[in-house]
């Protein structure tokens, strides 16, 4: 319970559903209901699918091609800390699509829900915290942002667009901060090796 509580609150800052929520419902505006459901139960089965898959075999990956979960650090925190001061900056979240065919898939599914910050801290979690803990709080995130898409309209009422772009520069606030704290210790790990 309490390696799922450790790995459960950097998911909810990489999935960043309040930041992903006003992007959702533009993409979706305008559609049916049905439609709209449809498109969420796509998100998230997407979003799952390549989650889970990353989780597995990216350290396999990373085996591969002679990586340390040590230069992962590095390279993940560095790539975390882009991302989130880049939302934090300018407010840009990816790129809009229009095809209501593939628009749960792609992009809202990936790279919305599972992008680079998820798979980046996926692998770093598991590493330290085990696959199971790990991979339970990433399907609890990704299913908690499928129950805020089915609450968008009272919750984008409720919030407010102001409000909504406060709670996504505070979320991607702390996850600069982990995205700090993954490449000191990333550092310190690579230090230690080199002194050994």
Known sequence: MKNFLFCFVPFFVAVDTIGVLPIYIGLTEGLTSTRKRNIIIQSLTTASAVAIA??????FVLNLVKVSISDFMVAGGLLLLVISLTDIITGEKRQRLVDTETVGAVPIGVPLLTGPAVLTTSVLLSNEY???????????NIGIA????????????????????????V??????????????????????????
């Open 54 to 59: 990353f989780l597995f075999g990216g350290p």
């Open 130 to 140: 085990g696959v199971v803990p790990t991979a339970l709080a990433l399907l609890a």
């Open 146 to 169: 499928g129950l805020f898409f089915m609450l968008a309209l009272p919750i984008e009422r409720f919030l407010g667009q102001p409000g909504s772009k406060t709670l996504s520069k």
């Open 171 to 196: 979320a991607s606030l702390f996850l600069a901060s982990i995205a700090v704290m993954l490449i000191r210790k990333g550092i310190i790990e690579i230090l230690q090796l080199m002194k050994q």
